[in-house]
């Protein structure tokens, strides 16, 4: 944020740079090195869900696009644990744009859904199945999504 420090030089005011951050960039980059990609919390509720369900699996496989949460081989079947802020759900609440700094935000945000593009597109090239879990959907009471839901059902319907 720009602040007029009420100097005048002629009829030039003079500003200066506000940091509106309440902590350092050191404590910053400490919380921001603390957000974890793999085995996250949304990323242990499906993964139980899917166990508790029979089902066997890969975890962030590198030789796919993207390094999967999932990999359900014998489906040909990944399922993406995408957190709402970062990946950009669309119509949610915590997909919200911080305040200060928006042009990087924006930027980025972008990056991550266009990198998410193109690794779905790359899976379903290859064959594969994505079905895409959102962190909202595990915290609401009707876990688990209906996609998930109907690949579990497809699962024992034909067994």
């Not at 050191?26 to 957000?35: A, F, G």
């Not at 993406?80 to 609440?93: A, I, L, N, Y």
Request: hydrophobic share 35%; with cysteine; net charge positive.
């Amino acid at each position: 944020m720009i602040q007029h420090n009420g100097c005048f030089s002629g009829s030039i005011p003079i500003l200066k740079e506000v940091n509106m951050d309440t902590i350092s960039a050191e404590h910053r980059s400490w919380n921001m090195s603390r957000i974890r990609s793999a085995d996250t919390k949304p990323e242990m509720i499906v993964r139980s869900y899917l166990h508790g369900n029979g089902f066997r699996f890969r975890l962030h496989v590198k030789n796919l696009p993207g390094h999967p949460d999932i990999v359900l081989p014998k489906y040909k079947t990944v399922v993406e644990v995408r957190g709402c802020f970062w990946h950009r759900h669309p119509g949610c609440r915590s997909a919200t744009t911080p305040s200060s700094n928006t042009d990087y935000w924006q930027a980025k945000f972008k990056r991550n859904v266009e990198r998410d593009k193109k690794h779905a597109d790359e899976l379903k090239a290859l064959g594969w199945r994505l079905i895409v879990v959102w962190e909202c959907e595990i915290s609401k009471r009707c876990f688990p999504p209906k996609e998930l839901a109907d690949f579990v059902t497809d699962h024992f319907s034909r067994n």
